[in-house]
Nanobody, 121 residues
């Protein structure tokens, strides 16, 4: 499975950004997808996950009510809509693919290359 993340960039605090992750090489619609992020000097942390059907979404407390994960199985793509971003959202964002939705990175088998998100204050 190949995962290609895109959509990162520089955004001002309070602004919005939408990340995309396109999957190829394997059946997409039967698997869960997740987003994680890693800030400089910190461990990778869970952001959001979604079940194979598009339901069963859940989020880290730090992004709840600001970020929305969604997927389009026809396009083999998962999205992360980021609203009301904060400087502490600055990180490299990674998409991940696995058999079940989970906040644990160990439950995901494949990872994208990451896309940088920088939020200026």
């Amino acid at each position: 499975v190949q995962l290609q993340a895109s959509g990162g960039g520089l955004v001002q605090a309070g602004g919005s950004l939408r990340l995309s992750c396109a999957a190829s090489g394997r059946t997409f619609s039967s698997y869960a997808m997740g987003w994680f992020r890693q800030a400089p000097g910190k461990e990778r942390e869970f952001v959001a996950a979604i079940g194979w059907s598009g339901g069963g979404t859940f989020y880290a407390d730090s992004v709840k009510a600001r970020f929305t994960i969604s997927r389009d199985n026809a396009k083999n793509t998962v999205y992360l809509q980021m609203n009301s971003v904060k400087p502490e959202d600055t990180a490299v964002y990674y998409c991940a693919y696995g058999p079940v939705r989970s906040p644990s990175s160990r439950r995901y088998d494949y990872w994208g290359q990451g896309t940088q998100v920088t939020v200026s204050s």
